[in-house]
């Protein structure tokens, strides 16, 4: 123990749903937890998200239900359409058939719902302190513990009865520091990434596999949030809708109860100035982030693909019109444990594996992650023996085996999404005849929605 501090427990690094989940998971069994978040403000921009079985189940066992039940709802079917024709080609039945199968519901929600019922769940139970304006900047192993360091200049926001500053931050000493910072983390950046050359004292010097470097997928999200009732009755939906169309796209379900629907268009922007495989920085620097109507009709004319699309299609986008472009980021699928976690640091969500979206996963993996290390710490909670630094390693690393494989698995699928989703010609032929015989086959997956840690 230094004499500079005392060792304090754990520091989770980004309060979004990851991070939030993973207070819950761990709060629960007593580790004493700090939180701290970037942003001034806690909450989630305004798009939707599919929750499947294998994650309402998790939700429902925190007793985050007890704030999200007002506000999940819950669709009556998936149905995949062809965005050239309009046709019907698969549905597969969610609602209470699914419901039975898995034992547990199949949801869409608003983010920021989800958010708030997983930041009251935190507050309720008493899970641990979040901290805001405070961005992480830096961080060290040293022979006691963990010390971090924050960006400087930010108007650090107190919360009630909270007595730190973010001078203590950096005197404090934590026995394990989590990386829940989302697809661009800092926490990878410096502890997990082989193009650094940073040594982390007191780690061995054999740098671990990369995450495999986060870049620029090539595709675009278009998302947006309508009122149902400010739509003509023909384009509402009580069920997911998906359309698929060459080199792009369209998802739509109900959130908020049902009273707002969620749409999400994915254009493959093979003809933007941006690149498959550019850097994230490129990417950001390059997008205007808001749109109107005008300019999606303009992104699909672009690729020629709007006057090819049905006449739903160009209905929706004709009868919404505003859109936040949304760049979609890839990695490779993990290759093993070690770019989960090292020594006494690990990652969880987006920041372990970015993912795309086209499992709708990406928050369901990032609460399975946090469910999983909730598990490890309430096994070895009876077994006090070692120096905590010792015993949240090991702990970190059972986590980290326990999920790199599922986790890994998740992301190519949705990378193999991505190419069928897209497809032309023959294989879009193909495609499609499939989804036509053995559509609910096809679109059930046991090895998802039945998954249970
Ligand atoms: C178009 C689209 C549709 C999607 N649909 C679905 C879906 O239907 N189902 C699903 O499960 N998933 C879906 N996802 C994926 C899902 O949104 C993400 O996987 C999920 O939000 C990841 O959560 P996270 O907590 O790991 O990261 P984030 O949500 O990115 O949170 C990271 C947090 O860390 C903070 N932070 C970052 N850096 C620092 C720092 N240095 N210091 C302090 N704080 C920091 C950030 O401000 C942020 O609050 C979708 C994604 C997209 C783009």
Redesign the pocket.
Known sequence: MSAQGKMSDLLI?????????AAIALGQFKERISI????AQLG?VG?????GPN?TRILKSWGVYQSLDAYVYEPSSLEVHSALSGQLLATLPLGESFRERYGAPYH?VH?ADLHAALLECVVRGGYGDIHLN????GLQSTEDGLQVS??ENRKYVQSQNDTSTPESFSKKLYQGVIG????????RDIYFDTSKSHTPFGISAVPPPSPGGVTFSGDL?Y?SLVMQKMLPPTLRSSSVKVWLGPDMHLVQYPVRGGEWLNS?L?LNTSRHSLKPGDRPQDVLSALDWTLNMSQAEKALNIHSIFPQTCSKIQDTLRAIDTWSV?P?MRSNPLKGPMQMARGQVAL????AH??L?YL????????EDAFEMGKQFKLKASTPSQADGHRTQQLFMNYAHKRWLRNASVQKRALMNADIFHAKQFVEWARDRSLKLFGPKLLDMPWLYGYKS
Do not use: H, N, Y
Not at 13 to 21: E, H, P, Q, R, W
Not at 180 to 187: F, I, Q, T
């Open positions: 690094v980004g309060a979004g749903i990851g991070g939030l989940s701290i978040e970037q942003s989630e798009a939707g998200v599919q929750l994650v869409t983010r405070c961005k992480l900047s924050l960006e829940a910072d989302g697809v661009w983390s800092k926490v999200a998302r999400v994915i949304w979609l969880l969500g987006d920041a970015p993912m979206p709708a996963q990406g928050a369901g993996m990032a609460i």
